[in-house]
C-alpha cells in the first residue's frame, strides 16, 4: 500500500523540536490500524537513558520532530481484521523494535535486533508505512504490526512492567546466551537502570550474584535486590576477592572505565558482556584476554520472541523494575536527573499526565 493511501489521526504526544530545545507537547499522526495491527492506548512508558541520547542527538541522526519511549505499556483499543493474538481490551507491551525485514537469516532465527537490512525502531527510524520518522512511546497511544506486539503476564505491576521492555531484555538476552544458571558466579557492574535488573534476572536464573559498584551508598539495596555479594570496584583488597573466579560478567556501565580491572575478574573460558555505551573506545590489554582464553562481548536487546519470554520469565518469578513515576510535564526535569544517576532505578511517565 503507497504510503498516501493510509489514514492517519492526529495524536498528542511530548518530543524536542531541536537537539538544544526541552521537550514540549506536540500533536504527531498515527496510521489508521492496518489488517495486522494493533492500536494502544499507552498508560505507562518507560524513560532509558536512549532517549535523552537521540532527543539530544547525542549519537548523530535524530529527525525532528523526536518523540523518544520505547518502554511501552498499554491497553488494546482496536485491532486490524487478520489480528488473531489479541482483542480490544487486553493488556500489551511494545518495546524496541516495531518491525524489520522479517526475510533475512536473522529475522528467521528470532534475531530482529540483528535484521540484515536494518530493523524499524520504535522511534527515530524510518517509518515504511507513513514515509515519516517513527515516534515512540511518549504519546496517547501507538499502532504496530501484531508481530511486534508482546504479551504482559497478567501478575505484573503494569508500570513498573514498562522498563522490562528495553532494560529487562537487555539484561535477559546476553544472561541467557551465555548460559547463566545454578553453580555459575555471575558479576553485575552497574547498579543503575540496566544493573539493577540484571541483578534480578540473574538471580532468579540461580546464579551466585556478586555486584561491583563505585558507590558505598549502593551496598545495602544491591543486597535488597538480591545479590549474594558486593564489592567496591575502587578498593583493590575487595577487588582481589574474586580475581579469576567469575564465569559471567554483565558491564552496564555507560561511563568510561577500567575494563581490564574487570576482565582480570573472570575465570578460564569467562565472558565479559558489555551492554552499557560508554562514549568513547575502552582499550583492552591483550594480556587481559589471551592466558586464559576470555572473551570480551557486547549485546544489544533481543528479538521478539526472546523478549516474550523473558516477560513470561518475569510473570514466573515475580520481577519488575525499581520504578519512580512522573508525570509526562516533568521529563525535561527527569531527563537532568537521569544525567547525575539521580533515580532509583527507573522513571516511568503516567501517561495519563499527557491529557491534563
Not at 68 to 76: A, D, L
Not at 85 to 98: T, Y
Not at 326 to 349: C, H, P, S, T, W
Request: hydrophobic share 40%; with cysteine; proline share 5%.
Amino acid at each position: 500500500m503507497s504510503t498516501s493511501s493510509i489514514p492517519t489521526k492526529p495524536v498528542k504526544a511530548f518530543g524536542a523540536q531541536a537537539a538544544d530545545a526541552l521537550l514540549d507537547q506536540l500533536n504527531i499522526n498515527r496510521r489508521a490500524p492496518q489488517p495486522h495491527d494493533v492500536e494502544i492506548e499507552i498508560l505507562y512508558c518507560g524513560v532509558c537513558h536512549s532517549d535523552l541520547h537521540t532527543a539530544r542527538n547525542e549519537w548523530h541522526g535524530t529527525v525532528y520532530p523526536c518523540v523518544p519511549g520505547h518502554e511501552i505499556v498499554g491497553r488494546v483499543v482496536s485491532v486490524g481484521a487478520h489480528v488473531k493474538n489479541f482483542k480490544v481490551g487486553d493488556h500489551a507491551a511494545v518495546g524496541c523494535l516495531v518491525d524489520s525485514c522479517r526475510e533475512c537469516d536473522y529475522c528467521k532465527e528470532d534475531l530482529e535486533q540483528y535484521c540484515s537490512t536494518g530493523h524499524t525502531q520504535t522511534y527515530n527510524s524510518p517509518d515504511k508505512h507513513l514515509g515519516t520518522a517513527t515516534y515512540g512511546g511518549y504519546s496517547e497511544s501507538i499502532v504496530v504490526d501484531e508481530a511486534f506486539v508482546l504479551r504482559v503476564p497478567e501478575n505484573l505491576d503494569l508500570a513498573a512492567t514498562a522498563p522490562l521492555l528495553c532494560a529487562g531484555i537487555t539484561t535477559y538476552s546476553p544472561l541467557k546466551h551465555w548460559k547463566v544458571g545454578p553453580g555459575k558466579k555471575v558479576g553485575i557492574v552497574g547498579l543503575g537502570g540496566l544493573g539493577h535488573m540484571g541483578v534480578k534476572i540473574a538471580k532468579a536464573m540461580g546464579a551466585e550474584v556478586i555486584v561491583f559498584t563505585t558507590s558505598p551508598s549502593k551496598v545495602a539495596d544491591a543486597k535488597r535486590l538480591g545479590a549474594d555479594d558486593v564489592v567496591l570496584s575502587k578498593d583493590e583488597a575487595q577487588m582481589q576477592r574474586y580475581a579469576g573466579k567469575l564465569h559471567f560478567i554483565l558491564d552496564a556501565v555507560s561511563a568510561q572505565h577500567d575494563i581490564n580491572s574487570y576482565l582480570s575478574q573472570l575465570r578460564v573460558d569467562g565472558a565479559l558482556v558489555l551492554v552499557g555505551a560508554p562514549e568513547n573506545p575502552l582499550p583492552v590489554a591483550p594480556f587481559s584476554l589471551i592466558p586464559m582464553r576470555k572473551t570480551f562481548a557486547g549485546s544489544m536487546i533481543g528479538g521478539i520472541a526472546q523478549t516474550q519470554e523473558m516477560l513470561d520469565f518475569c510473570g514466573e518469578h515475580n520481577i519488575v523494575s525499581d520504578i519512580e513515576m512522573i508525570r509526562m510535564q516533568d521529563i525535561n526535569e527527569a531527563y537532568e536527573r537521569l544525567l547525575k544517576g539521580d533515580v532509583k532505578y527507573r522513571f516511568v511517565i503516567d501517561m495519563a499526565s499527557l491529557k491534563q
